[in-house]
């Protein structure tokens, strides 16, 4: 008996028997079990998926002795015949060598007679693409309304090349290409059956070579027994196929993780030996580094098409996956730059030596999360954050200061502008010895700057007298003259009534007055009313900057928005007195910057023993966290200790304050300070009464 190739020897008889494509077992399935047949079908798929396989199944349902059913019994003379290829009423097509339009012709003289053993008459035209024009207008009205007898079973690799009045009448399947898992699969059970010894990475190497088909790996294994003398072997399938040995791409691999050169060029020297297809290595490389981005970003999403899912799964975790993405990048446009090089393996060795230079040296692994970002160009330390938040004796004295004098202003503003609408005489309305020898001093009250009773409304340009009137009917009226305060009280009252009536009110020409609080600006230069006394006109002008307060002294000038601010210095800390406690203080002599910065931020001491510090790293940002660190952290220790320190850094719950989180505290507290010194605030009090203001309690920020 003559040997049968396996792919006739292990056809598939049944639906059952049939690998992959349940899609399109299972509607045939149930319109069988059913019976919702149609009269026309379309097979379409690549060589070797089983599109004539599923066909001829199907001709053996219809016509099996012992009925319409999805499971033909295999035993009777029509289902023996049609697997024997001798079934009269299964007529078998060849489109590729009948393409005329006699041919199709011919074909369908027969079609209206009555099938002659079966119970239907099945057309199977293979590789039906291959009709011409005519052929297919002459095919239309039967396969459109054919006998009921009748059945059209068609099969192509190619239904883009069929005209769309063919596609319109039949049922289309589309077949797919099988994966390498289910080829290896299948290839194992008739390995096993054939009592044939193998490897099993030497069947994955036919799986990926037969591209998805079934037929073509079944002539493979044969080929492959026929090589290795009844058995098969990954080195005899390898020498067999001529492909790349998949150990020399992870060589590569491996050489390109650790930046070693010469195991590098070692690989490639090895690979060599075999005469390989060098444009095809690049393209092994490049299916490697895909697979192992993708493991890397779903790790149970990672292909087995090579069976070597473990070793991907352990260079995905070797590898950063910024790197795996510049080397695919690199070796990308180097297989289009392969062709123009003068040799092909020097044209390989070039690209990956230019995986190699531009690397990445001496830098940290970039993190997976982004750290944020300051607003600014040049954002401040945490360090220097947290020495602005906490609080100096120097700069809580100026603070105090100047809110006392800011209060000290707002209560004399306040006073000025009860006085001119109550009885009782202050320092500044009282009249002095000299100012009472000239005419109209009493009739002249002192003005006060802040605010004016409802009834002034008339423009800057009317008499002074008509603008003081409602003013002076307010006045007590006086027979003489007080003399009894002493020359010193007059003397300090005197500059500060003619500084008052000097500067016009800032409201003179609006209808609403202002609440201008001591922030308020020097006063520009005015006419003199015409009325004005001559003492009055040519007294001095104060500057609020320059006006005294209550008890006396000058009030300080503001400090300006743009000065700048003058750090105190951090008090450094001795290794031997470095505890858990002072850590923060610490911290904030270092010079650590970018990723270091933040983790030593985020490290609580939890010890020292000798010269090696214990910390302990919040495991709410260890993401950004690697090995590394240790040492850097440990040169900026000993640059400030002045000596050598090791350190060791370990992730966990940390329950202590860590500098960052004090950052976040003080900050805080001055904000809610600073909050509350708003509210306080008399200005800020008058807008709220008067006007119905609300303060933006999420807008109030401390000073940094």
């Known amino acids: 008996m003559s040997y049968q190739v396996l792919a006739r020897k292990y056809r598939p008889r049944t639906f059952r028997e049939t690998v992959g494509q349940e899609h399109v077992l299972q509607a045939l399935i149930n319109a069988l079990d059913h019976n919702r047949l149609h009269h026309a079908y379309l097979f379409t798929g690549t060589r070797g998926v089983g599109k004539t396989t599923i066909a001829r199944i199907l001709a053996k349902c219809l016509n099996c002795e012992s009925g319409v059913s999805s499971e033909p019994c295999g035993q009777c003379s029509a289902c023996t015949e049609i697997a024997e290829n001798r079934f009269v009423d299964l ?95 299948h290839l194992q059970e008739i390995l096993e059956k054939e009592l044939v010894p193998f490897e099993a990475s030497a069947l994955w190497l036919l799986g990926r070579s037969a ?11 044969d080929q492959a027994i026929a090589y290795g003398s009844g058995k098969i072997t990954e080195a005899e399938v390898r020498a067999m196929l001529g492909t790349i040995d998949q150990r020399a791409i992870y060589e590569m691999l491996a050489a390109l993780a650790v930046q070693d050169g010469r195991a590098l060029l070692g690989a490639v020297e090895q690979m060599s030996e075999q005469a390989p297809d060098y444009a095809a290595a690049l393209a092994e490389l490049l299916a490697l580094l895909h697979r192992i981005a ?110 006392t004098a800011e209060a000290t202003q707002a209560q004399a503003a306040e006073q000025m502008t009860q006085g001119a609408s109550e009885p009782t005489p202050t320092a500044a309305s009282t009249p002095t ?41 307010e006045l007590p009226k006086t027979p003489e003259p007080v003399h009894s305060e002493s020359p010193k009280v007059s003397e300090q009252a005197a500059p500060a009534a003619s500084a008052a009536a000097e500067e016009p009110p800032p409201w003179a020409d609006e209808e609403v007055p202002p609440f201008d609080g001591p922030y308020q600006s020097a006063p520009t230069a005015r006419a003199q009313p015409a009325d004005r006394a001559p003492n009055e006109a040519s007294a001095p002008t104060t500057t609020p900057a320059a006006r005294p307060n209550n008890t ?25 007195e470095t505890r858990p406690d002072n850590w923060a203080q610490v911290y904030l002599g270092l010079s650590a910057t970018g990723l270091l910065q933040s983790t030593a931020a985020n490290c609580v001491l939890v010890g020292r023993q000798g010269n090696e510090l214990n ?17 850097r952290l440990a040169d900026v220790l000993s640059d400030y200790f002045g000596e050598s320190v090791r350190v060791r850094i370990q992730p966990g719950t940390v329950e202590a304050e860590t500098p960052a989180a004090q950052a976040m505290r003080l900050k805080e507290e001055s904000r809610v300070e600073a909050l509350e010194a708003m509210k306080r605030d008399p200005i800020v009090q008058q807008l709220v009464e008067h006007f119905g203001a609300t303060l933006r309690e999420d807008t109030v920020q401390p000073l940094e």
Request: net charge negative; with cysteine.
């Open 211 to 221: 591209d998805g088909s079934m037929r073509d790996a079944m002539s493979l294994t």
């Open 615 to 631: 910390f302990m790293l919040d495991e709410r940002h260890s993401a950004i966290y690697d090995e590394s660190q240790q040492q």
């Open 433 to 473: 010895p000299e100012a009472t020898d000239q005419p109209g001093a009493l009739e002249e009250p002192a003005q006060a700057p802040k605010s004016v009773p409802d009834s002034v409304s008339s423009p800057a340009s009317e008499p002074a007298s008509a603008a003081r009137q409602p003013v002076e009917a």
């Open 294 to 403: 993708i493991a890397q970003a779903l790790p149970e999403a990672a292909d087995n098409s090579h069976g070597d899912r473990d070793k991907v799964l352990e260079l995905a975790q070797q590898m950063p996956p910024e790197d795996i993405q510049l080397f695919y990048q690199t070796a990308l446009l180097g297989r289009r730059d392969l062709p123009l090089a003068p040799d092909p393996r020097a044209g390989l060795e070039m690209v990956l030596l230019r995986m190699l230079a531009f690397k990445p040296q001496g830098l940290a692994d970039i993190p997976k999360k982004a750290l944020p970002q300051g607003a600014s160009d040049t954002p401040a330390s945490p360090g220097e954050r947290l020495a602005e938040q906490i609080p100096k004796p120097a700069q809580a004295a100026e603070t105090q200061t100047a809110q």
């Open 91 to 185: 007529i078998e097509v060849d489109a590729a060598s009948r393409t005329k339009v006699e041919d199709t012709r011919e074909l369908l003289e027969n079609v209206q007679y009555a099938p002659t053993r079966g119970r239907y008459k099945v057309y199977l035209i293979d590789e039906v693409h291959m009709l011409s024009g005519h052929s297919f207008n002459a095919l239309l009205k039967t396969l459109e309304e054919p006998p009921p007898h009748v059945k059209f079973l068609l099969a192509t690799t190619d239904p883009q090349k069929l005209p769309v009045t063919i596609l319109s009448r039949c049922l289309q399947f589309n077949l797919k290409n099988m994966n390498p898992e289910r080829i290896v699969q």
């Open 552 to 576: 006396g002294a000058a009030a300080p000038a503001p400090e300006p928005a743009n000065a700048a601010r003058a750090k105190p210095a951090v008090p450094k800390v001795a290794l031997e």
